[in-house]
């Protein structure tokens, strides 16, 4: 039973789980209607792409530096976006309209 399991190495799992993680807030996304666990879900299935970026970045002489400098640059983006969301979430929700 463990065999298996040996063949998989630590990048093939960062993939994996990105894309469970994917899945998962995809169907957060959908299935929720208030804004902030949309944003949350939003937020989450980013994580779980940069996941799968680093997962398959990865080479056998070394990681390859151009995937790493996307996924960190798709962080300090999605930092400055939630901030933006949270702030239009807040004035919609002063306005009268439900979140």
Do not use: C
């Not at 190495?9 to 957060?28: K, M, R, S």
């Not at 929720?32 to 949309?38: D, G, T, V």
């Amino acid at each position: 039973m463990t065999l298996w399991l040996e063949a998989f190495n630590t990048d093939f799992w960062y993939a994996i789980v990105g894309a469970v993680l994917l899945v998962l807030a995809l169907g957060a996304f959908i299935t929720s209607r208030q804004l902030i666990k949309k944003l949350l879900a939003f937020n989450i299935m980013g994580s779980g792409v940069f996941l799968i970026m680093v997962g398959l970045a990865q080479y056998q002489h070394g990681p390859d530096s151009v995937p790493q400098a996307l996924v960190l640059t798709g962080i300090v983006v999605a930092v400055a976006a939630t901030a933006l969301a949270l702030v239009l979430i807040r004035k919609f929700v002063l306005k009268g309209g439900q979140p």
